[in-house]
C-alpha cells in the first residue's frame, strides 16, 4: 500500500479491469483438470454479495460434479440445437457436446414467486400485468448481477467461462429441473461452465465506449435502424461470437 489513496484506488481499479477485460467464453475446456472444491465457495460466495431487487437475493446454484449429469445436460443441448436448425433458425449455434467438457459447471435457478416483493399488485388487473412483467425484468436482472459476479470470480481465479442460456422454454424446465430435484416451483435460468480452455482463448470483438456512452442526451450516432441491426447480424454477428476481435472485418 502506498501512502497515496488515489494512486491505491487506481491500482484497485487496474486490478479489477485486469479481471473484466480478461474474462472470456470458451466452449471448449481441458476435461481432466479438476476444480478444487474451494474454487466453488470463491466463486459462489462472489455470486452471495450481489445487489437484488428488494434484496431480495432470489437465486439457488446447483454445482454439478458427477460427469453423468454433465453429460446428460449436454446431451438436452446438442438435441435443443439440432431442432433450432431444424427450424431453420439462423442463429450460429456453437457445439453444446463442450458442455460435458467442463470442469467446473453450475446451474443458477431462480424462484419466479420473488417477484411478489417487488412494486405489484396481486390483484390480477391488466395494470397488474404489467407491475409483473417489470417485476420480471427485476428478478432477471438480479440474478444476472449475481452469475456476473460468480464469473468475474472465476476469472479472477485464472478460468475461462462459458454463459449458457439456451433454455428458456418449457421443454427445457422439464428436461433439466428432474435430473436436479429442481422443485416445480424454481426455474433453471442458465448454466456456468468454467475451467481452462481446451485450445487458447480469444478477445472478442466490444464496441467502442463512445458508442456506449451518453452525456445528458441519447447520442444519436448511436442509434440503429432496424435494418442497420437486420444488417449486422448478417454481417457481423457470427465474426463477433467466434473470432478474435482482430480478425472482425
Ligand atoms: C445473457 C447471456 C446469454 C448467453 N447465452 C449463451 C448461450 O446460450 N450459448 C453460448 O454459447 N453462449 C452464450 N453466451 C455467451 C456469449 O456468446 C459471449 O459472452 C459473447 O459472445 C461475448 O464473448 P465474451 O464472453 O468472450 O466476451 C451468453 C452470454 C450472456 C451474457
Not at 4 to 16: G, I, N, S, T
Not at 231 to 245: C, G, N
Request: proline share 6%; net charge neutral; glycine share 4%.
Amino acid at each position: 500500500m502506498s501512502t497515496d489513496p488515489e494512486f491505491d484506488r487506481r491500482q484497485r481499479y487496474d486490478a479489477l479491469m485486469d479481471v473484466v477485460r480478461g474474462r472470456m467464453t470458451t466452449r471448449q475446456f481441458d476435461p481432466n483438470y479438476v476444480v478444487p472444491k474451494e474454487h466453488y465457495e470463491l466463486i459462489l460466495e462472489a455470486a452471495r454479495h450481489a445487489p437484488s431487487g428488494a434484496n431480495a437475493q432470489p437465486w439457488h446454484y446447483i454445482v454439478v460434479t458427477k460427469p453423468e449429469l454433465k453429460k446428460a445436460i449436454a446431451d438436452y443441448f446438442v438435441d435443443e440445437a439440432r431442432a433450432r436448425a431444424k427450424l431453420r433458425m439462423k442463429f450460429p449455434t456453437p457445439n453444446y457436446r463442450g458442455l460435458e467438457t467442463a470442469p467446473g459447471m453450475i446451474v443458477v435457478a431462480s424462484d419466479f414467486r420473488w417477484t411478489r416483493a417487488f412494486p405489484v399488485l396481486l390483484d390480477d388487473s391488466e395494470l397488474d400485468r404489467k407491475y409483473r412483467e417489470n417485476a420480471e425484468r427485476i428478478l432477471l436482472q438480479s440474478v444476472a448481477a449475481s452469475t456476473m459476479s460468480a464469473h468475474l470470480a472465476a476469472a479472477a481465479l485464472g478460468y475461462n467461462v462459458w454463459w449458457v442460456t439456451a433454455i428458456g422454454q418449457d421443454d427445457a424446465q422439464k428436461a433439466l429441473k428432474p435430473l436436479l430435484g429442481v422443485p416445480e416451483e424454481i426455474s433453471v435460468i442458465d448454466i456456468f461452465c468454467f475451467g481452462p480452455a481446451a485450445k487458447p482463448p480469444y478477445k472478442r470483438w466490444k464496441k467502442e465506449l463512445h458508442q456506449i456512452m451518453n452525456w445528458d442526451r441519447f447520442d444519436m450516432e448511436n442509434y440503429m435502424s432496424v435494418e442497420q441491426i437486420d444488417a449486422w447480424i448478417r454481417e457481423k454477428r457470427s465474426q463477433v461470437m467466434y473470432r478474435d476481435e482482430s480478425k472482425v472485418d
